[in-house]
């Protein structure tokens, strides 16, 4: 990545604006409950309060339409940072996130203090990249840090309209996403091996062509197993599938033969009559998915089957279920692979809203290398995709 680091910019006592993803879960009182985004942001403010910067805060939360509205303030992020930062750090929250109110509020501060400002998406020039809103927020700092890594797939006023305005850098999350990422796709340690699942091929096909291009193994999961099963001829039943699909598969296949990577898929599969988790179950074997049931999570010989492929890899990559895991029923095959995953002496890079959601119910999300804070931005970087806000920040000079 040829950009300015945070290490490579002034930051001492300057006004730095801190653009951050802290898009996190709450529950209906408004409390957060998962704080892993505020938490992987902390390296890069402790940096700037021993820096004695102003640091300012910036993040959207949920999708308020460009309107404000109470459900999605930033207040509780306040709170929680408040918690995390050392007790003689001031930790205040903005009326806005623009305007000669909020300018007075950063200008009342203490070098070393920090402000949150409120939710960016409450102005409608932030997800329509406004010039005149990117203009206003640069007009509050000296120095623009880019932190907000599951951010950086979107070409928002904050993500790429302020970084002309203003010296800009990575900060230590966004750097510590982009290097895990080269050390899993770019330049791993060999054999490496990419776990995918998921619902639709279409979602993945980008990625997969990408990965078979520089994986030694890809394993294919999840509901987008039957798209390549039917491109070869069998039945699936009821299964998820996506006809328009069956000829990208094919030359994908073909594709990843000439490549010289090995593609796996399921053998087996637990299905049912239909998608519920009371259903009758059972386990069969992928040539004898029965013509009204429905496939719905991979099998034991599957799940041995990947085992064997992995056990060799010095580096495992993984996007996606392995079925329809947030019922009981089906939820075998991912946790499988969860215990796989974790268990192996690999270097272990996850991506993946719902493959992080799995390894926080087995308790495994400390047994892996790296978790991505970012679900969208991930999956555009496995595309072999730019990030307009990475790529936005001030290139380093050689």
Request: proline content about 4%.
């Amino acid at each position: 990545m040829n950009k300015l680091f945070i290490r490579d910019i002034d930051v001492r006592k300057k006004k730095v604006l801190v653009r951050t993803d802290y898009n996190v879960p709450l529950d209906e009182e408004g409390e957060i409950t998962d704080d892993t985004r505020i938490r992987a942001t902390l390296p890069t403010i402790d940096y700037l309060l021993d820096e004695k910067a102003k640091v300012i805060i910036a993040s959207h939360l949920g999708r308020p339409d460009g309107k404000v509205n109470p459900k999605y303030t930033l207040r509780p992020v306040v709170r929680r940072l408040q918690r995390f930062l050392n007790e003689k750090v001031k930790v205040s929250m903005a009326t806005d996130c623009i305007g000669p109110e909020v300018k007075k509020q950063i200008g009342e501060m203490n070098y070393g203090d920090v402000i949150v400002l409120e939710n960016l998406r409450f102005h409608p020039g932030e997800a329509g990249n406004d010039p005149g809103f990117a203009k206003e927020l640069a007009s509050l700092c000296d120095v623009f840090i880019q932190d907000a890594f599951g951010n950086c797939h979107r070409k928002h006023a904050s993500m790429i309209g302020i970084n002309n305005l203003v010296p800009s850098a990575a900060g230590f999350l966004l750097k510590k996403e982009i290097d895990y990422f080269e050390k899993s796709v770019n330049n791993p340690m060999r054999p490496v091996a990419a776990l995918l699942g998921g619902a639709k091929v279409s979602d993945k096909i980008k990625i997969i062509d990408n990965l078979s291009k520089k994986m030694d193994k890809v394993l294919i999961g999840g509901a987008m197993a039957f798209t390549f099963l039917k491109a070869q001829g069998f039945g699936i039943g009821k299964s998820l599938v996506e006809d328009s699909m069956l000829d990208v598969v094919k030359n994908l296949m073909d594709t990843s033969r000439r490549n010289g990577t090995k593609l796996y898929l399921p053998v087996d599969f637990v299905v049912a009559e239909n998608f519920n988790g009371r259903a009758e179950t059972k386990v069969v074997p992928y040539q004898e998915i029965p013509e009204k049931w429905i496939a719905l999570d991979i099998g034991p010989a599957t799940t041995k089957l990947f085992s064997e492929a992995l056990q060799d890899a010095k580096t495992i990559l993984w996007n996606g279920p392995m079925g329809a895991f947030e019922l009981d029923a089906f939820s075998r095959g991912t946790y499988a692979m969860v215990d796989i995953v974790t268990n192996s002496h690999a270097s272990t890079i996850v991506g993946g809203g719902d493959t992080d959601m799995a390894l926080h119910k087995a308790g495994k999300t400390h047994d892996v290398t790296f978790i991505s804070t970012g679900g969208g931005a991930f999956l555009k970087l496995l595309e072999g995709s730019e990030l307009p806000g990475i790529a936005a920040l001030s290139d380093r000079k050689v």
